[in-house]
């Protein structure tokens, strides 16, 4: 079951509303959304969702302990991260080990095939910052485990984000309450997510796989034309971002329709002047929790910038898959923060503002085809086409034709990525007959975008968000 899917949006959703908000009490309404996360997450994965109440367990425990035994803090902190990087290593790259590992040694060990449960990266690393910030005292100890249970498994942010920290909803955990303005808002968000996914993300996946020659199930990149090539990356870059946002806002979103308040995983990154702020735009809770959790962290018994950098980025690369493009993605755009360290800020802000995007938007589209292709061959073959290495001329007929067809698809995915809507909102509701006219607008707008957002899901075969493989 995924959000943008008609079964989730009108039974699941609504039953889970109408029960939520039937019963009064905070221990009930908790129960409510224990209950319902938990039968959603088994929905995709029936055996995997003891696992994930396991690790809730043992990391309820482990919160239990630091609190109790303070002078061995670290060493609890350290034996939890065993067991949760443990549990995700095992998971997630088991195999992708022992297949380097056969490559490197010519050995044969048979490669695990191991399922990886959904949503493995996010909910770890949720636990994570919860144990390691009880070790810090940055939040109380929870003593009621299904509070924490309710917190790990909360099914708006659950499976892809984003990753919501414990302190961030540490009050909201038994003490909240839903007003009218924030259920509108959340509601509204909701929607516009969802029509992000349903209405813009699908479409562009299916004219990137146009401009890439999907065939059989096979991307044929070596056959595009440099045109093809350069508009497929754009347009999955613009894809990862309509499908990954919206999949947040949609969270965000049920998060305000149930009194909890997550934090922004995206800003209009798109938008940025160097690389270090598009990351500060771009996945805002996976790029703040390496930089809290990891860069200033001491290496070997002191701080080591540089150093720190390298594993803040590796790992950025190596959380989003076990493939050598992810790894090599995180590292080239580590090489780009870095630069720009060297440079320094303000010399950064010297550089003229259309040259600062440009430089940026190239760095960025470039390295979404790092991220799409992980068969290096293709990739190897995706720089070829960039600049026509491979032979093949600067347009075709095939990629003429998905361009042309697709031309208004692609304009408004670009524009609409950058922040026109918001400042029409502010400008129209700076008054009270502004506002009202805003709220009418608002009201017609979510209903038309939910009624054609849902005729598009009919029969749609290739829906799941992308960032459910992370």
Sequence with gaps: MVFSDLLFIYIFLCATLILYFLVRSIAWKNAVLIVASLFFYAWGEPFYVFL???????NYVAGLLIENHRAHGKVIVALTLVFD???LAVFKYAGFFVENINALFGSSIPVPDIVMPIGISFFTFQIISYVIDCHWEKVQVQHNFFNLLMYISLFPQLIAGPIVRYETIEREVSERKTTLSDFSDGLTRF???LAKKAIIANNLSIVVDKLFGLSDGVLHVESSSIAGVWVGVICFALYVYYDFSGYSDMAIGMGWMLGFHFDENFRYPFVSRSIAEFWQRWHISLGTFFRDYLLYVPIFGKRRKYVSLFLVWFCTGFWHGA????IFWGLYFGCFIFLETLIGKKRMKRIPAPLAHLYSLLVIVIGFGIFKFENLTDLGLFFKGLVGANGNPFLDPVSETAILQNMF???GA?????????KIKNFVSQTTTRAAVAGAITTVTNVGLLVVSSIMLIDTTNNPFLYFRF
Excluded: K, T
Excluded at 414 to 422: K, V
């Design 85 to 87: 990087l443990g549990m």
């Design 414 to 422: 670009a524009l609409l990525s950058m922040p026109i809507l918001p």
């Design 191 to 193: 929607i516009v997510g």
């Design 323 to 326: 493939s050598w493009n992810y």
């Design 409 to 411: 698809l692609i304009l």
């Design 52 to 58: 994930l109440i396991l690790s809730a367990l043992v």
